[in-house]
Nanobody, 123 residues
Framework: QVHLVESGGGLVQAGGSLRLSCAHSGRRFSTTTMGWFRQAPGKEREFVAAIRWILDNTVYADSVKGRFTISRDNPKNTLYLQMNDLKVDGTAVYYC????????????????WGQGTQVADSS
């Protein structure tokens, strides 16, 4: 079993910054891509960003391009999401996920999910 545990969520003002982390552990899994998704209240889960686990290829949702940065630390098996200039619509539960599909941007392409971490607007 693969375990993904997110952390770093919290309250943040509009325009503020926050960095989310996702610790990846468990049995060896052919992880090709790690991704971040988010789900706002009353809305469907949506893609945020993804990164290949070995190479540096990344892909972002248009709504976060230029403000969010996805990265990973392979020796630490940790995925990050640096969120800058957060907007009110950034309030959501953020999930990390692992996939065997290269840079999938749909949640159906991911095999394992964390439990999520809440990011909320404190304004």
């Amino acid at each position: 079993q693969v375990h993904l545990v997110e952390s770093g969520g919290g309250l943040v003002q509009a325009g503020g910054s926050l960095r989310l982390s996702c610790a990846h552990s468990g049995r060896r899994f052919s992880t090709t891509t790690m991704g971040w998704f988010r789900q706002a209240p009353g809305k469907e889960r949506e893609f945020v960003a993804a990164i290949r686990w070995i190479l540096d290829n990344t892909v972002y949702a248009d709504s976060v391009k230029g403000r969010f940065t996805i990265s990973r630390d392979n020796p630490k098996n940790t995925l990050y999401l640096q969120m800058n200039d957060l907007k009110v619509d950034g309030t959501a539960v953020y999930y990390c996920a692992a996939s065997r599909v290269t840079l999938s941007i749909v949640d159906a392409g991911y095999d394992y999910w964390g439990q999520g971490t809440q990011v909320a607007d404190s304004s």
